[in-house]
């Protein structure tokens, strides 16, 4: 194509071009250009009669009726023939019957099964115009979007409310308590049983007020039909006659079997239906919506109730494990009144590091020991366990102190080796044997822990020399041993670390050091050994101003003279303020 022929082409997109009126280059003289033919004009209909009004309407998606000024029918679209097939021309509009029309007021109403809106139009010469419009499916999917919006909007809800609850009594509480009035006028939760015995729940709806909740236990053999087919996970099919086994059962309080309907939906569990809900009503029947509405309802509600329950069998597990791990308070001795006190570091585990108590011995005395593990928490509460454990068993074997420590030593490092722990322990241990005028003799073994304090009959305080190395680090430790004498009144006082290097102050960062101590037991001769050990874990905690701590450990032996026996359940007395005072007190 030469240069004439692109700049003379006609694209066909109605842009016709026109030949150049430049002289072209010599080279191109000889090329003419071709010519172009004109698009023919786009004429006007002509001729062609101007459509019908009626023929146009036909086609609106509103049928129309046209009426007169005395009423009289004189158009009908096919629309509106096919609407309202009452609807006649030539007659009156009100003969026909039609709701919403023969009473000339516009609106929405049904028809034949069908929802119309009507709309009214003036014309000239009184006539009007009525437009008719069939709304039926844009007012089911309105409506199925609203009952959608609902439903997720009561999951919701339900999902928030179950969400909570970790108790299975709550959680089942609130499960039917939840069904009441959306899914139900009356909502009967039954557990799987335990033990041969199923615990139910009921939420009955109330006019006004919140659903009544009752709750009651049955034998397993007591349980209708439908209900136990239910907890074996099958969603019974055949509903009409639940309503009847419910009704005899008495569950179902204010309806009657005719004219209600009922669901049974199994709660899914973890292996099998952790329980079944049944859903009765007397309004009207359960449809496949809301059945699916109620099974969705039943999986929340399972969820929760599964976890509620696996919460609970967590917590007696860890109640009973807790329980043997706790320390054990000292046995009963003659002449002997022990006094103890505990904090473990996390005050909602219980348990920890720090642990006391006492066996007898065949002779009338009595092993007592205090000790800390190194670590806090479970770990440390079942290493201590064990420790009790070995001394249990080898008290009954060794009862000088210095050879048992080393005998546990032994016995420690057995244990930590074959777990690869590594763990230590620091303990005082000893002997507390009567004598004859009340008093005691303490006969201690030291393995790396803090020295016990005495409190004298004059009020003073002495610290027993008595030093040694961690249990359960070497294969021959050195033990510390030291004997002491209290006379009838006199107290030893036995504590962990968690006393002495308790933070707090002004600046929360200075320990309560053993100085204080001294202070704060300097007085207290007249004290039993209960209340000592209590005011020994007060003053420490009052430091403390409720900031962290390590575990807290406290073991008084006081002797309790010639008649006395062990006790620990006496009153708190409490502590005086000086010497001064300690002596009006004696007068």
């Not at 239910?230 to 006659?241: C, I, M, R, S, Y």
């Not at 309503?243 to 008495?250: K, M, R, W």
């Not at 005998?407 to 241990?429: I, K, S, W, Y």
Request: glycine share 10%; proline share 7%; aromatic share 4%.
């Amino acid at each position: 194509m030469t240069a004439s022929d692109v700049r003379d082409y006609d694209p066909g997109d109605g842009r016709i071009s026109t030949p150049s009126t430049t002289r072209s280059p010599a080279w191109s003289a000889d090329v003419r250009p071709r010519p172009t033919a004109a698009l023919p004009p786009l004429a006007p209909d002509r001729g062609q009669p101007a459509p019908d009004l009626f023929e146009v309407v036909e086609h609106f998606r509103e049928g129309l009726v046209v009426c007169d000024a005395d009423g009289v029918v004189r158009h009908v679209s096919p629309v509106a023939e096919r609407l309202l097939p009452e609807v006649t021309p030539g007659e009156l509009l009100s003969a026909a019957g039609v709701p919403g029309l023969s009473e000339g007021t516009a609106g929405a109403f049904t028809y034949r099964g069908r929802q119309l809106t009507a709309r009214q139009v003036p014309l000239s010469g009184a006539r009007c115009c009525w437009y008719v419009e069939d709304v039926t499916d844009s007012v089911s999917r309105a409506d199925a979007l609203l009952a959608e919006r609902a439903r997720s909007a009561f999951l919701a809800v339900v999902g928030d409310k179950l969400g909570n609850p970790l108790h299975p009594d709550r959680a089942a509480a609130a499960v039917v308590r939840l069904a009441v009035p959306t899914l139900a006028e009356v909502a009967v939760l039954v557990l799987a049983p335990r033990a041969g015995r199923a615990r139910w729940w009921r939420a009955s709806r109330t006019d006004g007020e919140a659903p009544m909740v009752d709750s009651g236990v049955l034998a397993d053999g007591e349980l209708p039909v439908a209900i136990a087919d239910g907890l074996t996970g099958v969603e019974p099919h055949a509903v009409d006659w639940l309503v009847e086994q419910a009704v005899d059962a008495g569950w179902l309080p204010g309806l009657a079997g005719t004219g209600s309907a009922a669901r049974v939906v199994p709660l899914p569990g973890r292996d099998a239906p952790v329980g079944v809900l049944l859903v009765a009503r007397a309004t009207r029947w359960y449809d496949e919506a809301d059945v699916e509405l109620i099974r969705a309802f039943a999986a929340r509600a399972g969820a929760a109730l599964t976890t509620a329950l696996l919460y609970r069998d967590q917590a007696e597990v860890a109640d009973t494990l807790q329980a043997s791990l706790l320390p054990i308070e000292p046995a009963e001795a003659a002449g002997v009144q022990w006094g103890t006190a505990y904090r473990p570091a996390q005050a909602g585990l219980r348990i920890g590091g720090d642990f006391y108590g006492s066996h007898r011995l065949p002779d009338g005395g009595s092993v007592f020991f205090l000790g800390d593990v190194s670590g806090k928490g479970v770990e440390a509460a079942v290493f201590t366990g064990q420790l009790r454990q070995c001394l249990q068993a080898l008290h009954r074997l060794e009862s000088h102190p210095g050879r048992l420590l080393r005998l546990l030593n032994d016995a420690l490092l057995e244990t930590t080796q074959a777990h690869g722990q590594g763990r230590f322990a620091t303990m005082v241990l000893g002997v507390a044997r009567p004598q004859r005028d009340g008093g005691l003799t303490l006969t201690m073994a030291s393995g790396g822990h803090l020295p016990p304090l005495v409190l004298r009959a004059s009020g003073e305080v002495e610290s027993v020399p008595l030093r040694g190395m961690l249990i359960g680090v070497v294969p021959d430790p050195r033990v510390g041993e030291a004997t002491v004498r209290l006379a009838p009144g006199e107290t030893c006082l036995l504590y962990s670390d968690g006393v002495t290097e308790a933070r707090g102050g002004r600046r929360g960062d200075e320990q309560f050091g053993t100085e204080r101590l001294v202070t704060a037991l300097t007085g207290c001769q007249r004290m039993p050994a209960p209340a000592l050990a209590e005011r020994v874990e007060q003053v420490t905690c009052d430091w403390l101003a409720h900031g962290d701590h390590d575990d807290i450990a406290v073991l008084a032996v006081r002797a309790a003279g010639p008649s006395g026996r062990g006790s620990r359940h006496l009153h708190s007395v409490p502590a005086p303020a000086d010497a001064d005072q300690q002596k009006e007190t004696d007068e």
